[in-house]
């Protein structure tokens, strides 16, 4: 019998892995870290728990959405205004 939140846990290593190609530190640095954090809860089989971890992934995904969105932000505002003196 498969586990139904398998397809939920590959769901969320393929988004943080997508996610992953710009972070700052490099692609291959977070996939690394992607693959490791992985392989530590591997061998997880409670529901109960597997569904916190999968809400920690998807909040680790809303971070890396809001540092990218910042980042954007401040590369629009460094072309379009001038710098403020101080």
């Known amino acids: 019998m498969a586990n139904p939140l398998r ?6 290593y393929k988004n943080l892995l997508y996610l992953g ?6 692609a291959a640095y977070f996939r690394d ?3 490791s954090s992985f392989m530590k809860n591997k061998d997880v089989t409670d ?7 999968v809400a920690r ?3 680790v995904i809303k971070e890396l959405e809001a540092l990218y969105f910042l980042r954007k932000y401040r590369t ?11």
Do not use: A, T
């Open 57 to 59: 992934g998807d909040f």
């Open 7 to 12: 397809g939920e846990v590959i769901r969320l």
């Open 21 to 26: 190609r710009e972070y700052p530190k490099g």
């Open 47 to 53: 529901p109960d728990q597997i569904k916190q971890l």
């Open 76 to 86: 629009m505002k460094k072309r379009y205004y001038e710098p403020e003196k101080q």
């Open 33 to 35: 870290r992607l693959k």
